[in-house]
């Protein structure tokens, strides 16, 4: 079987960044359909409900068992892995061969893994089975110290996925060149190049499940873009750093040239987040391209706004000062009040992901799938929230493929619990000289002839939009400082 792997990419995409937050809770949907312009509905709802209700994508842990299992494809698309990920990988090219050039041979089986977009960092685990067969710390090359029972049988060389890679000399002497030709460089994929000898004791009469566990792509240091231009590999890889890269990349991502990128938030954003959160994970290449920026941005509990030409990024944060004041200076006619429908609210999340800690006794003690459940036994405060609505069961079930830590995994999910009980919301028409704040400021709202806002409440601003006749549409969501992490 002779084949090229043809590189999938989204060459475009149906990605638009409004002057909104990128989440704003289940609860936010009824609010916009309520406020917004036709034209943006669409929009809004898509972020809000894509991340828990998620009718575009795959079911419950359908994409991370699919990652972890060989398929024989020469047009899958390609996953990009940021951080550290145990993956398998598409067979894009098999052969049988005599090992020394003649392919009418059966005593070698010669593969192509494709694994991922490159350039990659050092390859770290190569697991046949569920048993370790390799392990050590390679950047580039032959994989040499195999363990265990297929190690005899078995010849592997890993290629970092670098545009510049040459040809797979194993793989071309085992086949011959005129079946495996210097063309065939496979630049800018990572993959592992692999021949198995033949013997019907050791391979059982089938192939072996191949694993691989990566370090994941070399992306700029944001801290040090337009400075140094160091990049960055290796497990627990700063967020920021990720979503960094997945706008700019004009290959898989927006590409979106630096000059439109706001450094400085970004900047300040990864020194936030260095100490909080981290992304060990795969993005799928087939997603649109808003549901992948979303997968990254709920991994830190980000905003990404577009204001005035620039994208800017943002990091929900416990104690964020009020910036701006709307009252009846600035206030044109009557303020909206939108509440949330019981079914928008959640009182159970169930999370699936790679538990990069969990040991199932399998031969392999990292990276294995777990499912973490929230509220946890024993927090009588969200256990609560049952009762409060009337033990009916409000449950999501979300699949994070960008988190690997349990303890990070708790913490987003009860955020998004307790911030799903919290979308109180509401919108009005302000002055145009009320729009000295962007989307994900936090403002005050104080009104008289409100009683709720008498004394001032604060909210984030969701979206500001110009009208035809020069005043701003504004929509705000409660801010509850309490609930941030």
């Not at 400085?264 to 992948?292: I, K």
């Amino acid at each position: 079987m002779k084949r090229f792997f043809v590189i999938l990419w989204l060459a475009t995409a149906n990605f638009f960044i409004w002057t909104s937050v990128a989440w704003a809770g289940p609860a936010a949907g009824a609010l916009m359909a309520g406020i917004f312009k036709k034209f943006i509905i669409s929009m809004i709802i898509n972020a809000v409900t894509s991340k828990f209700f998620g009718p575009k994508k795959r079911g419950q842990g359908q994409q991370a068992r699919g990652l972890m299992v060989n398929k024989n494809s020469n047009s899958d698309p390609i996953p990009i892995i940021y951080g550290r990920k145990r993956m398998g990988g598409t067979r894009v090219y098999v052969e049988s061969s005599n090992g020394s050039g003649d392919t009418s041979g059966t005593s070698n089986l010669n593969m192509v893994l494709a694994l991922c977009e490159g350039e990659m960092g050092a390859i770290r685990k190569v697991v046949f089975n569920d048993e370790v067969t390799w392990e050590g710390n390679t950047a580039d090359g032959a994989l040499s110290s195999l363990t265990g029972k297929y190690a005899s049988k078995t010849t592997m060389v890993y290629h970092s996925g670098s545009d510049s890679q040459t040809v797979d000399t194993m793989i071309q002497t085992s086949v011959d060149a005129s079946n495996w030709g210097s063309n065939h460089k496979l630049g800018g994929v990572t993959y592992l190049a692999i021949k198995l000898e033949a013997d019907a004791e050791v391979w059982e009469g089938g192939l072996p499940l191949v694993t691989v566990e990566l370090d994941g792509k070399k992306i700029a240091d944001v801290s040090d873009v337009g400075v140094g231009n160091s990049l960055t590999s290796g497990a627990d890889q700063n967020p920021v750093d990720a979503i960094y890269d997945y706008l700019t990349n004009t290959r898989y991502g927006k590409g979106i040239p630096a000059s439109e990128i706001d450094l400085t938030s970004f900047q300040s954003a990864r020194t936030y987040c260095a100490s909080r959160y981290a992304v060990n994970g795969d993005l799928d290449t087939s997603q649109q391209m808003y549901d992948n920026i979303n997968e990254l941005l709920d991994a830190c509990n980000g905003l990404l706004v577009y204001t005035a030409g620039t994208y800017r990024l943002r990091i929900r944060k416990t104690s964020e000062p009020s910036v701006f004041t709307y009252n009846k200076d600035n206030i044109i006619g009557q303020v909206e009040i939108g509440l949330p429908d019981v079914t928008t609210k959640l009182n159970k999340i169930t999370t699936t992901f790679q538990n990069k800690d969990l040991d199932t006794g399998n031969g392999y003690s990292a990276y294995n799938d777990d499912v973490k459940i929230i509220p946890v036994d024993g927090d009588t405060t969200r256990e609560a929230f049952l009762a409060d609505d009337n033990n009916r069961v409000l449950e999501a079930r979300i699949e994070n493929r960008m988190v690997t830590d349990p303890a990070l995994i708790q913490t987003l999910a009860e955020y998004k619990l307790d911030a799903s009980r919290k979308q109180f919301g509401v919108s009005f028409e302000a002055a145009h000289n009320a729009i000295q704040v962007e989307a994900g400021d936090i403002v005050t709202l104080q009104h008289d002839d409100i009683t709720l806002f008498n004394s001032g409440k604060l909210f984030r601003v969701l979206s500001l939009t110009v009208t035809t006749n020069n005043t701003i549409d504004v929509v705000l969501q409660e801010y509850d400082s309490s609930i941030e992490i």
